[in-house]
């Protein structure tokens, strides 16, 4: 289950949760389309319209619409994801597999894993369903970053490790 409330609704500091016709604010939204437990959130920035990618146990990634709440895109892929990340642009999701891969989802154009004009350069493979992996680690990927020109990610695992990617040749 994953929910989004209204931050004001919130940090609203003239609430007093002492009075007893308080009452707790409720969320906005709340998706359950995950069939296991959701391991990770990113948030996009974008004012009241931006996206909430969602990533689970269930190999899947979800991707909704805060404008509406409703599901945009639903992506399956061949691992159990345990966190996620957005570029700034909020078309591509970076998820890290319990497979010690990081799989690369473009959110623009047909639908394929592939960004517009990027092509798939030697650091990538294509999986059947056009979203590109890139190996690195021995164990899972726990946490990634991409930096805010969208040129670099840094991947980090339970293997220990650390890996700084370039995200145009998806080399480490």
Do not use: F
């Amino acid at each position: 289950l994953a929910c989004a409330w209204l931050l004001a609704e919130l940090l609203d500091v003239d609430q007093d949760v002492s009075d007893p016709a308080y009452m707790r604010p409720q969320a906005l939204y709340s998706w359950s389309e995950h069939t296991l437990p959701v391991t990770s959130l990113a948030v996009g920035a974008g004012d009241a319209s931006c996206l909430v990618v969602s990533v689970s146990l269930d190999r899947t990634i979800k991707v909704h619409s805060t404008a509406d709440g409703r599901l945009l895109r639903s992506v399956a892929l061949p691992a159990a994801l345990m966190c996620v990340a957005l570029d700034a642009g909020e078309s591509t999701i970076y998820a890290g597999g319990a497979d010690g891969s990081v799989y690369e989802v473009s959110l623009v154009g047909g639908g394929g894993g592939v960004a517009a004009g990027r092509g798939l350069p030697a650091g990538g493979l294509a999986l059947a369903s056009g979203v590109v992996r890139m190996e690195g680690h021995a164990r899972s990927v726990t946490s990634l970053a991409v930096s805010p020109d969208g040129d670099a990610m840094v991947s980090g695992s339970d293997d220990g490790t650390a890996i700084v990617w370039d995200l145009r040749s998806r080399q480490a």
